[in-house]
C-alpha cells in the first residue's frame, strides 16, 4: 500500500509568482484535504476535493485554488504569490468526507518558501 | 466556527516519566471526533489517538490515553513511560461528524530528556 506522496519537498519562489504543488492519495482514497502549516503553527484547512468536485473551503481567497483528477490524485494552485505565503503545505487524503470519520493520511509535505 | 486551543507551547518530561499535554475546544456539535497528532521534525504528521464525542469510554492507545470531559469540552492526552522518541510537536485537532476539515490547535512541543 503507498502512503501520501507530494511533490516537490521543497520550493523557492518569488512574490508575484505563481506555484503549483502535486499530492497523490494513498491506495483506495477518493478524498484530498490541503492544508497550510505556518512556522510555529497549526495547520489551517484550505480546502477538500472528493471525487474531483471542491467539498468545503476554509478562509483562504480565490488565488488558493485546486483540482482532483480521476485518479485522485490532486494539485493545489497559488497565484500572485504573498511572502505570508511561506509555509508548509501539507496533503491528506481518506476514503470519504460523509458519515462515519475516517483516518486522514498526511503526506511529508511541501516547503515553499516566497522572497 | 470551532476552535481548538492548546495553552501549553512547551512540556518537557523525564524519560520513563508520565507527561499529560492539555486542549480544550469550542463547539455546538454534540457529535464530533477529537484527535492528537505527532508532527516529529521530519514533519510527517502522525496520528497518535482518536476520540469519539458519543462514546464516554476514554481512547487508550498503548502508552497513550485521553481524557476526554465532554462537559468541559476538555480533551487531554496523557503519555505515560515516555519515550526519546516521543519528542515531537503534539497538536490537538476537531473533526466534525459530517465533515473530514480538521480543526487543529496551535501545538505543544515537548522534549523528553534523557
Known amino acids: 500500500e503507498t502512503g501520501v506522496t507530494q511533490s516537490p519537498t521543497h520550493l523557492i519562489k518569488t512574490r508575484g509568482q505563481q506555484v503549483t504543488l502535486r499530492c497523490s492519495s494513498q491506495?483506495?482514497?477518493?478524498?484530498v484535504s490541503w492544508y497550510q502549516q505556518a512556522l510555529g503553527q497549526g495547520p489551517q484547512f484550505i480546502f477538500q476535493?472528493?471525487?474531483?468536485?471542491?467539498?468545503g473551503r476554509g478562509n483562504f481567497p480565490p488565488r488558493f485554488s485546486g483540482l482532483q483528477f480521476p485518479n485522485y490524485s490532486s494539485e493545489l494552485n497559488v497565484n500572485a504569490l504573498e511572502l505570508d505565503d511561506s509555509a508548509l503545505y501539507l496533503c491528506?487524503?481518506?476514503?470519504?468526507?460523509?458519515?462515519?470519520?475516517?483516518?486522514?493520511?498526511f503526506g511529508p509535505g511541501t516547503r515553499l518558501t516566497v522572497t | 466556527a470551532q476552535t481548538v486551543t492548546q495553552s501549553q507551547p512547551e512540556m518537557s518530561v523525564q524519560e520513563a516519566e508520565t507527561v499529560t499535554l492539555s486542549c480544550t475546544y469550542d463547539?455546538?456539535?454534540?457529535?464530533?471526533?477529537l484527535f492528537w497528532y505527532k508532527q516529529p521534525p521530519s514533519r510527517q504528521m502522525i496520528l497518535v489517538i482518536r476520540?469519539?464525542?458519543?462514546?464516554?469510554q476514554n481512547a487508550t492507545e498503548n502508552r497513550f490515553s485521553v481524557n476526554f470531559q465532554k462537559a468541559a469540552k476538555s480533551f487531554s492526552l496523557k503519555i505515560s513511560d515516555s519515550q526519546l522518541g516521543d519528542a515531537a510537536m503534539y497538536f490537538c485537532?476537531?473533526?466534525?461528524?459530517?465533515?473530514?476539515?480538521?480543526?487543529f490547535g496551535e501545538g505543544t512541543q515537548l522534549t523528553v530528556n534523557p
Open positions: 491528506a487524503s481518506s476514503p470519504d468526507p460523509t458519515g462515519v470519520s475516517y483516518e486522514q493520511y
Open positions: 491506495s483506495g482514497h477518493n478524498t
Open positions: 476535493y472528493y471525487r474531483e468536485e471542491e467539498n
Open positions: 463547539t455546538s456539535e454534540s457529535d464530533y471526533y
Open positions: 476520540q469519539e464525542a458519543y462514546k464516554q
Open positions: 485537532a476537531y473533526e466534525e461528524t459530517s465533515g473530514s476539515r480538521l480543526t
